[in-house]
């Protein structure tokens, strides 16, 4: 089935560092997802890409969707002690047309970040 | 937005009992999915709920052991059916809201296995 692989696995940075995680698949998505995990917590939205090559910001975030449409990053600036959690890409086949056959994720392996104040 | 909640949020178990977990959704909704997470692991989707009709399952999971229920557009169950301690995982319920793109998830139901 489909993969996606998320680099680096794990991060341990200094407060106020910048973060950047990637995420590619061995196959194409039309929509790309980044969410947030803090323990005992069910996945928290990030950001949403629709549109490949598209460049969105969340406040101290920002993501890109790949132009080839099998990757995309995201970028953490200044990072906080807050920012601790696992971070996960998933892909969805469906884009903004929906069709409800794609709307199931198939999300990447994590990346867990730890923040040194 | 909309809020998701899940009973029980965790619970411990015997070895070949059943235990079912409830999803509530507080906004209409179209799709509901259940996903299971392994200790230190991704989610892995089992199943999308289907309202009024017998859910879709992933390769790898069957209705005998993970039987699903949507009565209605807001409410799931999903069952784990003679458990063993290989099930011990977080099991999390998630729904695309109407006119949102948007795929929110539930806090999760942590399931510890003996």
């Known amino acids: 089935g489909q993969q996606l692989n998320q680099s680096p696995q794990s991060m341990f940075i200094q407060e106020g560092e910048d973060v950047s995680m990637n995420c590619t698949s061995s196959?194409?998505?039309?929509?790309w997802l980044w969410y947030k995990q803090e323990p005992g917590e069910g996945p928290v939205l990030l950001i949403a890409l629709y549109k490949a090559g598209e460049l969105t910001s969340n406040g101290r975030l920002t993501a890109q969707f790949g132009i080839t449409r099998k990757d995309s990053f995201l970028n953490i600036s200044a990072s906080i002690p807050s920012d601790v959690g696992i971070y996960f890409c998933a892909g969805q086949l469906s884009g903004l047309q929906k069709k409800s056959s794609g709307d199931k994720l198939t999300f990447g392996t994590g990346t867990r970040l730890a923040v040194r104040p | 937005s909309a809020v998701i909640s899940q009973k029980p949020s965790r619970d411990i178990c015997q070895r070949g009992t059943s235990l079912t977990i409830q999803c509530q959704v507080d906004?209409?909704?179209?799709?509901m999915f259940w996903y299971r997470q392994q200790p230190g692991q991704s989610l892995t989707l089992i199943a999308t709920a289907n309202q009024g009709s017998e859910a879709t399952y992933e390769s790898g999971f069957v209705i005998d052991k993970f039987p699903i229920s949507r009565p209605n557009l807001t409410f799931s169950t999903l069952t784990v059916s003679n458990m063993s301690p290989e099930d011990s995982s977080i099991y999390l319920c998630s729904a695309c809201v109407m006119q949102q793109e948007t795929q929110y998830f539930g806090p999760g139901t942590r399931l510890l296995v003996l």
């Open positions: 196959s194409i998505f039309n929509t």
């Open positions: 906004s209409q909704v179209t799709m």
